[in-house]
T-cell receptor, first 112, second 116 residues
Framework: KQEVTQIPAALSVPEGENLVLNCSFTDSAIYNLQWFRQDPGKGLTSLLLIQSSQREQTSGRLNASLDKSSGRSTLYIAASQPGDSATYLCAVSVYTGNQFYFGTGTSLTVIP | KAGVTQTPRYLIKTRGQQVTLSCSPISGHRSVSWYQQTPGQGLQFLFEYFSETQRNKGNFPGRFSGRQFSNSRSEMNVSTLELGDSALYLC???????????????FGPGTRLTVL
């Protein structure tokens, strides 16, 4: 069974810092990996989707990388802002359906 | 384009009752997945429907069931509610099967179910 781990569980940084969130998965036979953010009590907002054939994706201040062979992905956030404060979740799909396995998330606080 | 909508947003039920939650996917999306989110277990996959057929199922008891209609709208039902069913239930829609890049998931705001 696919296990997804996210480290650290919580992170607090001053505004303006660059930061990296980590995601690891046990089964490298993934189809896609997706990063989300979740604000308290809300649903998930899709940030980036990395296809299994890709190594990275970029959107604005966000850059996600994927290394299937080592079972790792990182989400890089440049010049962090207080509005980036949220829980960040990574998820992987492993079959030809849409079953995603989620990590437990990293709770990010950006201090003004 | 309208996002994924879920109704109701909040529900309070008592043990033993049953509940039905509704999800309307993004227009054109044929796949709908359901997830349960709790503080202790995180996000867990319940099931996925594609073209009115259940395609994948997670490790949940038979009290949890779902269906999908011809317009891709989906409902999930929980019978004989237990205290442990209290959770945020999230619905996600995607365009198609997991061809590379075509299974990006878009989530609704969720239904907060409280079982007393």
């Amino acid at each position: 069974k696919q296990e997804v781990t996210q480290i650290p569980a919580a992170l607090s940084v001053p505004e303006g810092e660059n930061l990296v969130l980590n995601c690891s998965f046990t089964d490298s036979a993934i189809y896609n990996l997706q990063w989300f953010r979740q604000d308290p009590g809300k649903g998930l907002t899709s940030l980036l989707l990395i296809q299994s054939s890709q190594r990275e994706q970029t959107s604005g201040r966000l850059n996600a990388s994927l290394d299937k062979s080592s079972g790792r992905s990182t989400l890089y956030i440049a010049a962090s802002q207080p509005g980036d404060s949220a829980t960040y979740l990574c998820a992987v799909s492993v079959y030809t359906g849409n079953q995603f396995y989620f990590g437990t998330g990293t709770s990010l606080t950006v201090i003004p | 384009k309208a996002g994924v909508t879920q109704t109701p947003r909040y529900l309070i039920k008592t043990r033993g009752q049953q509940v039905t939650l509704s999800c309307s996917p993004i227009s054109g999306h044929r796949s709908v997945s359901w997830y349960q989110q709790t503080p202790g277990q995180g996000l867990q996959f319940l099931f996925e429907y594609f073209s009115e057929t259940q395609r994948n199922k997670g490790n949940f008891p038979g009290r949890f069931s779902g269906r999908q209609f011809s317009n891709s709208r989906s409902e999930m039902n929980v019978s004989t509610l237990e205290l442990g069913d209290s959770a945020l239930y999230l619905c996600a829609s995607s365009l198609a099967i997991a061809l590379a890049g075509y299974n990006e998931q878009f989530f609704g705001p969720g239904t907060r179910l409280t079982v007393l």
